[in-house]
């Protein structure tokens, strides 16, 4: 046997360093242990190439982006000389000139890259005057605030949207001075396509794009006397909360993190874990019925708001295929408004539940007006990982030093099964774990299923349960769901459940959690998950007996009446983009009959231009111009029944054009007196 | 008062619509030519349009919206009936373009960022180098090029428009 060449070797600062498969010299340089520094560079986006940070100089080549060149034997590479220093510091100063320098009062200030590339780089005077006007800020989302005076245009959210999510929610616009990153039209955030996952604003090395705050909101309730203010934590937090105050990523905070809560004045501190012990019960269930009957399968999962709003928007068809469970976040909610009221005497108005999220969709989960009863929400507020972790230190707590206190009884117990919710693959272990005790009436003894577990975006996976084997698709990432929502719609998916989470990792790569360039920090915190499992006494949800008793008590029997109305909810089809319609006769067209063609993307596919271009014929040929107007509409909400043509306000579903010929000559008919 | 647009002539504008998109398979990479022929149809790009366009293509709104807004040449705005542009590229800046462009504004009563008249009759807009440098400073009117410009001419220019839609 030979021995294994040595890998080929280039030089960089004088070292010779073997080449090994790395994409780029900017990977390479980085594994020298030498930290270029970088704005647009991000290993799961593509290469942009734009801040040109990452330059070095490479000896018969000149000065050279690391980002974008290729390693190649031999090569010559210095990163620092006298002119890529100088270069680096005009290209920060010119970012500075521009950038809305309001530091002490950035969300991201702790955090920020451009911060900290200017301190590192030695920046101390901006040579370049300012050429931009003041743009003001927008907060039209719950989730993400979009400050447009500190984007240094690096694209990194861009790239995150459409590469990662799929979405393309926000786009380079606009050219030379003007351009800026915005949503389509330069309309708010909250007004499109953009399913408040937050990514973008976890990439952003800026304060540009930031998780929204609720953190006043929060305080006000915490000191108003009449006011009862209840937490719960979700899984994810706990193994993320402590990066902030020094401990290891994936590292448990265990009771500090209570304690702290405690003493910011929270009355009751309960568990999400313990909700999604419930919804494992639920959802198994729904699950097996669904099976067993020949249901709607795949079953897609329903925890993470992301990906329900992005089912809504692009997959209206696939509706019935999502799970009709709440997320834990709104059970624990619902649970916590319909039982402590009477428990503690308080009156519902005055009861204030906060959630602790690794989340930013969460913030407009809990928004949603279906989760709101008789103007009382079932979640109030919701709080980042970061958010908490602020409010702590704005109190002056010491963390590390905080006594540990347990989560509040009944609903702060859970089992492991619950904690794994956090991170991708967790909750479709959870439901084996359920499930395959129910359909074998055999203990499973081993409770741990390597087969759902992993880091890849989509997996496709098999595990026996009994006689049967399940077919399970688990995915992060949006354009990964799209992936599998596309076969399913298409009738060739042969899935029995789906797991969606939109962020990487799953919930313990939310975008509400710190802020973290470790490249390890996915794996290290799903460990950390993992671990708390291995750690619990109990596994299974159905082991949970506060949960058994919380049936037995109030919910009666699972997927009954009572718990459909506290646990289950659901979808409503949604359209992309809000816009009013084309207007295709002329202007004023009060008095005649109204014809509207739902022009969105489900009726799109469905044939709806063959319509409108037949209608339109129509009125030309019958010459209707006086009597009927046609319009082209945005997506009237109604996809599953489409192609959806409205007649005078009346919808005709499932239309062809000889449907809406014949509705309009009846209307027309009818308005004759 | 004239009307707005002809009865029929939105719906036959949007009928153009998807002729334009099969001419081009309805594919994505052919999104420039799409949008130049939209333009020709309705002289910008409408917003519902682009919505369209964006369904028809399977992009995101948000990526079309950048496309349109990147070529000058494209307008996302209504434009009025007759277009006037101004050369302000350096030779026809330094030969004195921008008092040019301050009478025409003021005579159609155009102030701070608009470049429309109310009644949509004229769009007064500045460009970068229309590489005529030779004639500076150049005035385009319509599709019309007039050279070695002076305010008092290009006044007449607008003036003459005027009396002609007045007839
Ligand atoms: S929050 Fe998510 S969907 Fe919205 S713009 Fe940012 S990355 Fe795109
Ligand atoms: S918003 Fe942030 S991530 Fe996006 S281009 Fe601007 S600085 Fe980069
Ligand atoms: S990281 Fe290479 S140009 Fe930005």
């Given at each position: 046997?030979?021995?294994?060449?040595?890998?080929?070797?280039?030089?960089?600062?004088?070292?010779?360093?073997?080449?090994?498969?790395?994409?780029n010299?900017?990977?390479?340089?980085?594994?020298?242990?030498?930290?270029?520094?970088?704005f647009?560079?991000?290993?799961?986006?593509?290469?942009?190439?734009?801040?040109?940070?990452?330059?070095?100089?490479?000896?018969?080549?000149?000065?050279?982006?690391?980002?974008?060149?290729a390693p190649?034997?031999?090569?010559v590479?210095?990163?620092?000389?006298?002119?890529?220093?100088?270069?680096?510091k005009?290209?920060?100063?010119?970012?500075?000139?521009?950038?809305?320098?309001?530091?002490?009062?950035?969300?991201k200030?702790?955090?920020?890259?451009?911060?900290?590339?200017?301190?590192?780089?030695?920046?101390?005077k901006?040579?370049?005057?300012?050429?931009?006007?003041?743009?003001?800020?927008d907060?039209s989302?719950?989730?993400?605030?979009?400050?447009p005076?500190?984007?240094?245009?690096?694209?990194?959210?861009?790239?995150?949207?459409?590469?990662?999510?799929?979405?393309g929610?926000?786009?380079?616009?606009?050219?030379?001075?003007?351009?800026?990153?915005?949503?389509?039209?330069?309309n708010?955030l909250?007004?499109?396509?953009?399913?408040?996952?937050?990514?973008?604003?976890a990439?952003?090395?800026?304060?540009?794009?930031?998780?929204?705050?609720?953190?006043?909101?929060?305080?006000?309730?915490?000191?108003?006397?009449t006011?009862?203010?209840?937490?719960?934590?979700?899984?994810?937090?706990?193994?993320?909360?402590?990066?902030?105050?020094?401990?290891?990523?994936?590292?448990?905070?265990?009771?500090?993190?209570?304690?702290?809560?405690?003493?910011?004045?929270?009355?009751?501190v309960?568990?999400?874990?313990?909700?999604?012990?419930?919804?494992?019960?639920?959802?198994?269930?729904?699950?097996?019925?669904?099976?067993?009957?020949?249901?709607?399968?795949p079953?897609?999962?329903?925890?993470c708001?992301?990906?329900?709003?992005?089912?809504?928007?692009?997959?209206?068809?696939?509706?019935?295929?999502?799970?009709t469970?709440?997320?834990?976040?709104?059970?624990?909610g619902?649970?916590?408004?319909?039982?402590?009221?009477?428990?503690?005497?308080?009156?519902?108005?005055?009861?204030?539940?906060?959630?602790?999220?690794?989340?930013?969709?969460?913030k407009?989960?809990?928004?949603?007006?279906?989760?709101?009863?008789?103007?009382?929400?079932?979640?109030?507020?919701?709080?980042?990982?970061?958010?908490?972790?602020?409010?702590?230190?704005?109190?002056?707590?010491?963390?590390?030093?905080?006594q540990?206190?347990?989560?509040d009884?009944?609903?702060?117990?859970?089992?492991?099964?619950?904690?794994?919710?956090?991170?991708?693959g967790?909750?479709?272990e959870?439901?084996?774990r359920?499930?395959?005790?129910?359909?074998?009436?055999?203990k499973?003894?081993?409770p741990?299923?390597?087969?759902?577990?992993?880091?890849?975006?989509?997996?496709?996976?098999?595990?026996?349960?009994?006689?049967?084997?399940?077919?399970?698709?688990?995915?992060?990432?949006?354009?990964?769901?799209?992936?599998?929502?596309?076969?399913?719609?298409?009738?060739?998916?042969?899935l029995?459940?789906?797991?969606?989470?939109?962020?990487?990792?799953?919930?313990?790569?939310?975008?509400?959690?710190?802020?973290?360039?470790?490249?390890?920090?996915?794996?290290?915190?799903?460990?950390?998950?993992y671990?708390?499992?291995?750690?619990m006494?109990?596994?299974?949800?159905?082991?949970?007996?506060?949960?058994?008793?919380?049936y037995?008590?109030?919910?009666?029997?699972?997927?009954?009446?009572?718990?459909?109305?506290?646990?289950?909810?659901?979808?409503?089809?949604?359209?992309?983009?809000?816009?009013?319609s084309?207007?295709?006769?002329?202007?004023?067209?009060?008095?005649?009959?109204?014809?509207n063609?739902?022009?969105?993307?489900t009726?799109?596919?469905?044939?709806?231009?063959?319509?409108?271009?037949?209608?339109?014929?129509?009125?030309?040929?019958?010459?209707?111009?006086?009597?009927?107007?046609?319009?082209?509409?945005?997506?009237?909400?109604?996809?599953?029944?489409?192609?959806?043509?409205?007649?005078?306000?009346?919808?005709?579903?499932?239309?062809?054009?000889?449907?809406a010929?014949?509705?309009?000559?009846?209307?027309i008919?009818?308005?004759?007196p | 008062?004239?009307?707005?647009?002809?009865?029929?002539?939105?719906?036959?504008?949007?009928?153009?619509?998807?002729?334009?998109?099969?001419?081009?398979?309805?594919?994505?990479s052919?999104?420039?030519?799409?949008?130049?022929?939209v333009?020709e149809?309705?002289?910008?790009?409408p917003?519902?349009?682009?919505?369209?366009?964006?369904?028809?293509?399977?992009?995101?709104p948000?990526?079309?919206?950048?496309?349109?807004?990147?070529?000058?040449?494209?307008?996302?705005?209504?434009?009025?009936?007759?277009?006037?542009?101004?050369?302000n590229?350096?030779?026809?800046?330094?030969?004195?373009?921008?008092p040019?462009?301050e009478?025409?504004?003021?005579?159609?009563?155009?102030?701070?960022?608009?470049?429309?008249?109310?009644?949509?009759?004229?769009?007064?807009?500045?460009?970068?180098?229309?590489?005529?440098?030779?004639?500076?400073?150049?005035?385009?009117?319509?599709?019309?090029?007039?050279?070695?410009?002076?305010?008092?001419n290009?006044?007449?220019l607008?003036?003459?428009?005027?009396?002609?839609?007045?007839?």
């Open positions: 046997m030979s021995a294994i060449a040595a890998p080929p070797t280039l030089s960089i600062d004088g070292i010779a360093v073997p080449i090994n498969g790395e994409r010299l900017l990977e390479l340089i980085r594994k020298t242990d030498i930290d270029l520094p970088t647009c560079y991000h290993s799961d986006l593509s290469v942009y190439g734009a801040c040109r940070l990452c330059i070095v100089d490479i000896a018969g080549r000149g000065i050279q982006g690391a980002c974008s060149t190649e034997p031999g090569l590479v210095r990163t620092q000389t006298e002119e890529i220093r100088e270069i680096r005009i290209s920060v100063e010119l970012l500075l000139a521009n950038h809305e320098r309001e530091c002490t009062t950035c969300s200030s702790a955090s920020c890259q451009l911060q900290d590339v200017a301190r590192r780089l030695g920046i101390n901006v040579r370049f005057k300012a050429v931009h006007e003041p743009a003001e800020v907060r989302s719950p989730s993400v605030t979009r400050d005076n500190k984007c240094v245009l690096c694209g990194d959210c861009v790239r995150f949207c459409s590469e990662i999510q799929g979405i929610a926000i786009d380079f616009a606009h050219r030379g001075h003007d351009v800026a990153v915005l949503p389509a039209f330069g708010g909250g007004e499109g396509e953009c399913i408040n996952c937050g990514q973008c604003a990439v952003c090395p800026t304060g540009a794009l930031t998780p929204r705050q609720e953190i006043d909101e929060v305080w006000k309730a915490l000191v108003d006397p006011k009862t203010v209840v937490a719960q934590i979700a899984p994810a937090v706990r193994i993320a909360l402590g990066e902030l105050f020094g401990m290891q990523p994936g590292e448990s905070t265990r009771g500090q993190m209570v304690a702290a809560l405690k003493r910011l004045g929270f009355k009751y309960y568990d999400t874990a313990f909700a999604a012990d419930l919804t494992v019960i639920e959802e198994s269930n729904e699950f097996l019925a669904r099976k067993s009957k020949a249901g709607k399968l079953l897609f999962t329903s925890c708001p992301a990906w329900v709003k992005f089912a809504e928007q692009y997959f209206p068809e696939l509706l019935p295929n999502l799970s469970c709440k997320s834990p976040q709104q059970m624990l619902a649970l916590v408004k319909e039982l402590l009221p009477q428990e503690l005497g308080v009156a519902k108005k005055n009861l204030v539940m906060v959630s602790i999220m690794p989340c930013t969709a969460k407009f989960e809990a928004k949603r007006p279906e989760f709101a009863h008789e103007g009382v929400a079932e979640v109030d507020h919701v709080l980042t990982t970061q958010e908490l972790a602020r409010m702590i230190e704005e109190a002056g707590l010491r963390f590390m030093k905080l540990p206190e347990s989560f009884m009944p609903m702060g117990f859970k089992t492991g099964a619950g904690v794994i919710f956090g991170n991708s967790g909750v479709s959870a439901v084996l359920y499930a395959s005790e129910k359909v074998t009436g055999r499973l003894t081993n741990d299923i390597h087969a759902v577990r992993g880091e890849d975006g989509l997996r496709i996976v098999e595990v026996p349960v009994g006689d049967i084997t399940l077919k399970l698709g688990i995915v992060h990432g949006l354009k990964n769901a799209r992936t599998l929502a596309e076969k399913a719609r298409h009738g060739n998916c042969d029995d459940i789906i797991e969606v989470m939109a962020c990487p990792g799953g919930c313990i790569g939310g975008a509400g959690q710190p802020v973290s360039r470790n490249p390890d920090i996915r794996k290290l915190r799903t460990r950390g998950l671990d708390v499992d291995k750690n006494e109990l596994h299974k949800s159905q082991e949970n007996h506060f949960v058994t008793e919380c037995q008590r109030h919910l009666g029997e699972i997927g009954g009446r009572n718990a459909h109305r506290l646990l289950h909810t659901h979808y409503q089809n949604r359209r992309r983009i809000a816009g009013e084309i207007e295709l006769g002329d202007g004023d067209s009060a008095e005649k009959l109204c014809v063609v739902c022009t969105g993307t009726c799109f596919l469905k044939g709806s231009q063959h319509i409108l271009h037949e209608l339109l014929d129509q009125v030309e040929q019958e010459q209707l111009h006086e009597k009927v107007s046609i319009h082209a509409s945005f997506c009237f909400e109604q996809c599953s029944h489409g192609p959806t043509v409205s007649v005078d306000g009346k919808n005709v579903p499932s239309c062809t054009p000889e449907a010929k014949n509705a309009i000559l009846q209307a008919s009818e308005k004759v | 008062m004239r009307s707005k647009s002809d009865p029929e002539c939105n719906g036959r504008k949007f009928v153009k619509i998807f002729t334009i998109l099969e001419k081009y398979e309805r594919n994505p052919r999104l420039v030519p799409i949008l130049q022929a333009q149809e309705y002289r910008y790009l917003r519902e349009v682009l919505t369209y366009v964006a369904t028809a293509l399977n992009i995101s948000a990526r079309v919206f950048g496309v349109a807004t990147f070529y000058s040449h494209f307008a996302t705005e209504p434009r009025g009936k007759h277009v006037i542009r101004l050369c590229g350096t030779a026809c800046h330094v030969k004195d373009s921008i040019i462009l009478v025409i504004r003021k005579r159609l009563k155009l102030e701070g960022k608009k470049i429309t008249t109310d009644d949509m009759m004229f769009t007064v807009e500045t460009v970068a180098c229309l590489g005529a440098c030779g004639l500076a400073p150049v005035v385009v009117v319509n599709e019309d090029v007039h050279g070695e410009m002076t305010p008092a290009g006044l007449e607008v003036e003459a428009i005027i009396a002609q839609e007045l007839s």
